[in-house]
């Protein structure tokens, strides 16, 4: 059958429209680069173009936290942008983002409260609606991710995104014991966070190596454990400060009865064994261990948890309690006799009666008591935190039903793991988030695979409310260089 010219044409154009348009759709809906994933997302038609003329208003609560905030998010945007703007909140009316709190969040931050927000963006301006200053501060950073080279210039995509955590508590663990981390590089990590919608800063603050932090009724802890290298009470109280206005709690460390010889240097007569006591020079699990046996060390703690409750407002505390070889213990006929007479069994069982004994030391000063996997007992209270680091086996064990679980990522749990179970065996990449002893990143990919499906979990998903990743300093390097080490793998952890 012939074809004339003008249907030939016709059929060439129709050709053509069928193979550009789903091209031109794909690109008005170009996926949007968020971290980490929002719960939900709408992707409109069109683009809000961010010019010298971009300004924001307030309406609904209001409070000093969040003109802080924009100023920082409208910085941002300018270094983003190159665009001068002015950093204050202007006249609503004329604004293109109108950002609408509707109440306070608590003065103290807790686990639980609503992070959750509604962005809005239309070619015409941005709409950010959120319930407490939480959700606001998060919907900020979003906004400033949406943000890229188009066309017409600088724009955010038309779209509407209604996004809550999935995790109540997304944390980044720092070690500053083992090696002195600098106060600006740990609020470089608190931006980074903030970035990436995190809000647990873990602090590990004691170890074999130093004690870092000011104790003015115990002087001895940071005068001679720590080489000069801590915290002051009024530094600790402004870096908490400093993360409360990025909507980040601080959860203190101080590790007992092991990775402890730094209390020792001072206070020898708490450890199990004679002194004197040097802080350690090397990484490694050393022998020093609190007594567990002796009425000095639980009045020691009393005194030293009082003190450092009132300095840390966060209602949790974390113990430690991981890692302790007891070889201090088995050399010490005075403890081997107490563990026989209490009929403890083992030097586990006496760790446990050391528990028992902290717990309510812990909650006598209003906090609840975090620890590490080996702190789980079956007698302990289940209001108790346990973080896994050493698997899910671990803590599943030992009891069943606790009331939270904090998944550390670490050497031995998620990461280890997820790569196995996807490859069959260790990969080169099977190796540690954040430099763990020394070691390297995991795949982006292994850790959004886990929060699919926790492997090892059996199912029980919903029990991990908390997700921990792992930072610690085995060299002076590495300390001085911990710079967003949560970027880009840490934000897969706090994804929906």
């Known amino acids: 059958m012939?074809?004339?010219?003008?249907?030939?044409?016709?059929?060439?154009?129709?050709?053509?429209?069928?193979?550009?348009?789903?091209?031109?759709k794909a690109q008005e809906q170009q996926p949007l680069y968020l971290m980490p994933a929002a719960a939900s997302v709408q992707i409109g038609t069109g683009r809000l173009v961010v010019d010298s003329k971009f300004s924001v208003g307030l309406t609904g609560y209001t409070e000093p936290r969040l003109n802080r905030a924009i100023e920082r998010f409208l910085r941002q945007l300018s270094r983003q942008t190159a665009i001068p703007l002015a950093t204050k909140p202007g006249a609503t009316a004329k604004a293109v983002l109108v950002i609408h709190t509707d109440h306070t969040s608590k003065e103290i931050q807790e686990v639980g409260e609503d992070e959750s927000y509604i962005l809005e963006v239309t070619t015409a301006g941005a709409r950010l609606s959120a319930?407490?200053?939480?959700?606001?501060?998060?919907?900020?950073?979003?906004?400033?991710q949406l943000v890229e080279v188009s066309p017409d210039g600088f724009a955010a995509p038309a779209v509407t995104i209604n996004d809550k955590p999935r995790f109540p508590w997304r944390g980044l663990m720092i070690d500053s014991a083992r090696h002195f981390v600098p106060l600006d590089v740990l609020k470089r990590n608190i931006d980074g966070l903030e970035a990436v919608k995190m809000n647990v800063f873990h602090w590990h603050l004691s170890e074999n190596q130093g004690f870092r932090v000011e104790s003015k009724k115990f002087p001895k802890l940071h005068e001679m454990g720590s080489d000069g290298l801590y915290y002051t009470q009024e530094e600790i109280h402004d870096l908490i400060e400093y993360a409360r206005d990025r909507g980040i709690r601080v959860v203190p460390e101080f590790d007992v009865p092991g990775h402890s010889t730094a209390w020792f240097v001072g206070y020898p007569e708490l450890a199990s064994g004679p002194g004197p006591y040097e802080i350690e020079r090397k990484w490694g699990v050393f022998d020093p261990a609190f007594d567990p046996t002796t009425e000095k060390t639980y009045k020691f703690l009393d005194q030293f948890?009082?003190?450092m409750a009132k300095l840390f407002p966060d209602h949790f505390f974390h113990v430690g309690g991981d890692e302790v070889n007891g070889k201090q213990w088995?050399?010490?006929?005075?403890?081997?006799?107490?563990?026989?007479?209490?009929n403890l069994k083992n030097n586990a069982g006496l760790q446990s009666y050391f528990n028992k004994r902290l717990e309510p030391i812990v909650s006598k000063h209003g906090k609840s008591m975090v620890g590490w996997d080996e702190v789980l007992d079956p007698t302990l209270p289940k209001d108790i935190v346990i973080q896994s680091w050493r698997g899910p086996d671990s803590p599943r064990k030992k009891r069943r039903g606790s009331s939270a679980?904090?998944?550390?990522c670490g050497r031995n749990t998620l990461i280890q793991r997820i790569l196995t179970h996807a490859s069959g065996r260790a990969t080169p990449q099977s190796q540690s988030v954040c430099g763990l002893r020394g070691k390297s990143w995991t795949p982006l990919q292994c850790i959004h695979a886990w929060r699919h499906s926790p492997i090892g979990w059996s199912g029980s998903a919903s029990r991990i409310s908390?997700?921990?990743?792992?930072?610690?300093?085995?060299?002076?390097?590495?300390?001085?260089?911990?710079?967003?080490?949560?970027?880009?793998?840490?934000?897969?952890?706090?994804?929906?």
């Open 2 to 24: 012939s074809v004339g010219p003008s249907k030939g044409r016709l059929s060439l154009l129709v050709l053509g429209v069928l193979m550009i348009s789903p091209l031109t």
């Open 131 to 144: 319930p407490t200053p939480l959700g606001t501060l998060h919907g900020l950073q979003t906004f400033l």
């Open 305 to 307: 948890f009082a003190e």
């Open 330 to 342: 088995d050399a010490n006929s005075k403890i081997q006799e107490f563990i026989k007479v209490h």
């Open 405 to 408: 679980v904090n998944r550390a």
């Open 466 to 496: 908390r997700i921990t990743v792992r930072c610690f300093s085995a060299s002076p390097a590495r300390a001085l260089r911990k710079n967003l080490p949560l970027s880009p793998r840490s934000p897969a952890s706090s994804s929906q």
